[in-house]
């Protein structure tokens, strides 16, 4: 069994990581944060490396290349305390993380094409384009002048992360659907939050539901794209295309 591929020790791996950060932003201690915090993408993006090697398509390397951002992002964030600019690195690395998960998610609906089950991504897609205008509607007037158009730029790339997720439906398996597009939405209430947080009024504990539902947001976009990629069924169908 190759430990760098299993769901069960890298699943384990990640909530420590996850509770250690926890455990280091409910106390203040900053080296605990620095360990924990940036351990979690690294033992996503290495599961996620080695679980999908094998396949190593257009798909794969988008994922890979948004828990790389994602993994850039923390590491800003955690460092505005030094730099305020550093806040906006980080917003510009999620940003762009953002957009590497839509795109992947889109070459997934592109690749199976077809109309089924349009209408729930339709759905889908008025509801958080109504969530996201609405939100950023509020949210704009606590911010500074210097903040409006980089906040809402990264708010229109997560909600067509979003969207983008919504389009799968019925054009992936179930199980790898249900999966991302959990995530993608425990993204946008993450993000939801910490911005709440951040520009409008503390959320009570919201350092901890920030956390805990990006965490939630990572690993099950990161899963659910390996469910994807890896069902035996996707792998006789990529094995027909390259013969």
């Not at 620095?34 to 979690?40: I, T």
């Not at 993994?71 to 305390?81: E, I, N, R, T």
């Not at 077809?114 to 606590?142: C, H, K, N, Q």
Request: hydrophobic share 60%.
């Amino acid at each position: 069994m190759d430990l760098r591929k299993s769901p069960w020790i890298n699943g384990a791996l990640y909530l420590a990581a996850l509770l250690g950060t926890l455990v280091a932003q409910l106390r203040d201690w900053h080296g605990l944060e620095f360990v924990c915090k940036p351990l979690m993408l690294v033992v996503l993006s290495s599961w996620f490396y080695f679980s999908s090697r094998r396949v190593g398509d257009r798909f794969t390397l988008l994922v890979q290349a948004g828990l790389f951002f994602s993994l850039l992002g923390d590491v800003a964030l955690m460092l505005q305390h030094l730099d305020e600019f550093n806040f906006l690195i980080g917003l510009a690395a999620f940003m762009v993380a953002q957009i590497c998960y839509a795109v992947a998610f889109l070459q997934n609906v592109l690749e199976v094409g077809g109309a089924e089950g349009v209408w729930v991504s339709l759905l889908i897609t008025v509801l958080l384009l109504s969530y996201g205008f609405f939100f950023a509607f509020d949210l704009v007037p606590y911010l500074d002048e210097v903040l409006v158009l980089p906040v809402l730029a990264y708010a229109i790339a997560i909600t067509l992360m979003g969207v983008a997720a919504g389009f799968r439906f019925r054009r992936t398996f179930p199980r790898s659907f249900w999966m991302v597009f959990v995530g993608a939405l425990l993204f946008i209430a993450s993000d939801s939050l910490l911005a709440r947080d951040r520009f409008a009024r503390p959320v009570p504990m919201g350092d901890v539901l920030i956390m805990v539902t990006y965490a939630g947001a990572q690993f099950l976009i990161a899963a659910g794209c390996l469910v994807h990629v890896l069902d035996p069924e996707e792998l006789r169908r990529r094995q027909a295309l390259r013969t």
